[in-house]
């Protein structure tokens, strides 16, 4: 047997939850960067206090909760649903690094064996170790925990492979039709902060690469392409351009396509989809994810196929 788990963030489930959430991410050491974990530990509840109201307020906008959840469970249903009737002895399920489900209370609940295969998939198509290193190092302590000896097998990113970009062309090419004044397209990703990228991060490039290669098959579509960041949070330098300091500029009717993202999250449906419209310039349309949808679940499928 396969067992599938795709690695994300996670997304809270509730107001209630966002303080879970904040308390977690900022206790990372590969997000706020303190060596001393105690100090790192009182420094995270201050900044998660100061954060909380923020962030409950937001979520306020968008249901009182991310979309995270439910669209990364729907995509193991479907995936579930298809091994089934193809009599693959495969099973999909996700973990969060952030909020439930947690990863040792996934793993728990099943039963590995070392003739059993383990498959770790991070969902993000760039390397960063904000992400995939602290996403990785979290599910391989609860693996060496619980003692589990079924064979490891890691997913790399996956922004240069052929069917995962002929989706986001795709995509981009539907939603210009539905919204056919649209001259511009900006590329939109998740910050991260400068210190981080000079330590050696290999997100910006990958980044830079991954929106160089969509342009070249995408420029004939468009009068011009930007490649912006969104989502800083606190004074210090982050990646730049802003993407609400682009929208605030525009000069053309865009679509936004949130690069970094795999499954739509606060990020893609309050910030870009809400926060964003306040200062844009000119109307835009926001690209969905590629969330639960058959050409995705195509090219993971293809992608454990070739393991």
């Not at 193991?76 to 996700?94: H, P, R, V």
């Not at 900006?186 to 997100?203: M, N, Q, R, T």
């Not at 739509?264 to 835009?284: G, M, N, Q």
Request: net charge neutral.
């Amino acid at each position: 047997m396969r067992l599938v788990l795709f690695l994300n963030m996670g997304g809270a489930s509730s107001l209630d939850e966002c303080e879970v959430f904040l308390k977690n991410m900022f206790n990372d050491p590969y997000i706020l960067g303190i060596k001393n974990s105690l100090l790192r530990k009182m420094v995270a509840f201050i900044i998660s206090k100061s954060r909380l109201k923020a962030m409950q307020e937001n979520y306020k906008h968008i249901g009182g909760k991310s979309p995270l959840n439910e669209l990364t469970l729907s995509l193991c249903e479907k995936l579930n649903l298809k091994c089934k009737e193809s009599k693959k002895e495969q099973i999909f399920d996700f973990v969060n690094l952030y909020v439930p489900p947690f990863a040792l209370a996934v793993l728990q609940k099943y039963q590995l064996t070392q003739n059993d295969e383990l498959v770790l998939f991070p969902l993000y198509p760039h390397h960063s170790k904000t992400t995939v290193t602290s996403s990785l190092e979290v599910l391989k302590t609860e693996i060496a925990k619980l003692e589990i000896k079924a064979k490891l097998k890691i997913i790399d990113v996956f922004y240069k492979d052929e069917l995962y970009n002929e989706m986001i062309i795709d995509d981009i090419l539907k939603t210009k039709q539905e919204f056919n004044e649209a001259k511009t397209l900006i590329f939109s990703a998740h910050s991260l902060p400068i210190s981080v990228i000079k330590k050696g991060d290999l997100y910006e490039k990958q980044v830079v690469e991954h929106t160089e290669l969509l342009k070249e098959k995408l420029k004939n579509h468009f009068d011009e392409f930007f490649l912006s960041y969104q989502s800083k949070l606190g004074p210090i330098k982050w990646l730049e351009p802003n993407t609400g300091d682009v929208l605030a500029n525009l000069k053309n009717k865009a679509l936004i396509y949130p690069i970094s993202f795999c499954i739509d999250c606060s990020e893609s449906v309050f910030e870009l989809e809400i926060e964003y419209r306040k200062v844009a310039k000119e109307d835009y349309k926001v690209i969905a994810c590629p969330n639960d949808s058959e050409a995705f679940m195509k090219f993971i499928l293809k992608i454990l196929e070739n393991l």
